[in-house]
């Protein structure tokens, strides 16, 4: 079964997920409609969250392959035509006439898909000059005439491709190992990217490289957020490095300009870790998944705080004591920082609630399984929604009430980056499993 889009309310618990699949002996893709009771089923990466619609990619293999032979095809349902988007995130985009999109990557092809969103019909594909499997996420850039530039970047490059047509309107041709998801200034007209050894600044009209400067070793790009500040605190651009499996990830803070303000390296941090920003305070995670033999003893297991303008340590949330193999992310919600445990089976997964003024570990959410996933989680409507390769399907964990804020972009924002929002008027409450 290859596939990707659900679609489920957020404020019910039945949803219809629709895909595509081939059927044992059956030489033709055919439709399907796969019914999940939950409407969390069978999709477990990177989601968004717009109007209360929850919009999630499925891996690239999963318990559909068995499940799907035994389901009534089913013409009269939309069936969404997108497969192999492994660890990616989609996008929802209203174009100019008012059409809203949704977008994916396809990496086998090496392209995007846009779509309708609410007829699924297939509007265009990019050229197929996108390839690579290390693919986050989307950002944009909206140009002066109103109409909008969507930003992939892969291992050859950054695209900048017309949401209009599909088509490349500039490509700057310097790669990596994976894509990062750049960030844009969309009042100042500029984009900022990583590529392999590089951190660009270019112009989002038309790509054109304002300044470029070179990082020496950590100097790796696979799949995370580069990070736009501009706020009290200062205007920054984020970055974080991978090198060598254990001990050797680095995070960079430049300038406007991409003069570097500070760094801090050997830092134990993973393959696929993102970058959050909240109250002045940036943090990463800790561990990593693929080479878990590779750290020793305890002392790696904390979330540790950096202010933003010097590096400086704010704080260290010491979570030695506890047993898992890697946290990735730890996005922002209201004060508090959400850090998941991403374990092997042989672990019981948790949620750290952690204060963002001052480090202290406030609740801790144990899940009573193991749960991973390539892709990164997001909050909204007091929910944290996380994929489960385990399981195949969507954690959801209730952490407020009273909320009415989305999840529009892969890291919150879909321009900044930050992995934070922000919804005065909701109220925490003690973190519960959901839909379970």
């Known amino acids: 079964m290859r596939a990707l889009w659900v679609f489920a309310e957020m404020t019910i618990c039945t949803a219809l997920l629709l895909s595509t699949a081939v059927a044992p002996g059956d030489d033709k893709q055919r439709q399907y409609a796969v019914l999940s009771k939950s409407g969390l089923d069978y999709y477990n990466q990177g989601g968004i ?10 891996g690239d293999y999963g318990r559909r392959n068995k499940e799907v032979a035994a389901i009534k095809l089913k013409e009269s349902f939309p069936c969404v035509p997108i497969h192999k988007t492994y660890d990616s995130t989609p996008m929802v985009i209203q174009r100019k006439d008012g059409v809203w999109l949704l977008l994916a990557h396809e990496h086998k092809k090496a392209r995007t898909v846009a779509l309708d969103r609410d007829t699924a019909e297939i509007i265009w594909t990019s050229e197929t000059n996108q390839p690579g499997a290390y693919f986050f ?17 892969c291992k050859n490059g950054l695209h900048a491709m017309s949401l209009e047509t599909g088509r490349d309107v500039w490509w700057c041709k310097l790669g990596g190992q994976g894509g990062i998801t750049p960030c844009v200034d969309q009042r100042q007209g500029w984009i900022f990217d990583q590529c392999g050894g590089k951190v660009l600044k270019l112009r989002a009209e038309d790509g054109k490289i304002l300044k470029q400067t070179e990082v020496s070793s950590p100097n790796r790009c696979i799949s995370w957020n580069t990070m736009l500040i501009d706020d009290e605190h200062g205007y920054f651009v984020a970055t974080r490095w991978y090198g060598q499996p254990a001990w050797d990830a680095a995070i960079r803070v430049f300038d406007q300009d991409l003069n570097l303000v500070w760094q801090r390296d050997k830092l134990p941090s993973g393959k696929k870790d993102t970058l959050t920003y909240a109250e002045g305070k ?36 010491d979570l030695s004591k506890y047993d898992f193999i890697c946290i990735i992310n730890q996005p922002y919600f209201n004060g508090h920082f959400y850090a998941e445990t991403q374990d092997t089976k042989d672990k019981k997964s948790k949620l750290f609630r952690i204060k963002a003024a001052d480090g202290k570990l406030e609740e801790i959410f144990e899940y009573g ?68």
């Open 137 to 153: 996420a989307y950002s944009y850039y909206q140009r002066k005439d109103g109409s909008k530039l969507i930003l992939m970047a």
């Open 282 to 317: 940036l943090v990463t995670g800790c561990g990593n998944m693929w080479y878990k033999e590779r750290y020793k003893g305890d002392s790696w297991r904390n979330i540790t705080a950096y202010e933003i303008g010097s590096g400086k340590i704010a704080w260290r949330c």
């Open 49 to 58: 969250v717009q109007d209360g619609i929850a919009y999630f990619t499925a």
């Open 369 to 436: 399984r193991a749960i991973t996933s390539c892709a990164q989680p997001l909050i909204a409507r007091g929910r944290m929604l996380s994929g489960d390769n385990h399981r195949d399907r969507i954690v959801v964990t209730r952490i407020a009430r009273e909320s009415t804020v989305d999840w529009p972009g892969a890291f919150g924002d879909p321009q900044t980056n930050q992995n934070a929002v922000v919804d005065p008027p909701a109220k925490l409450v003690p973190m519960k499993e959901i839909q379970k």
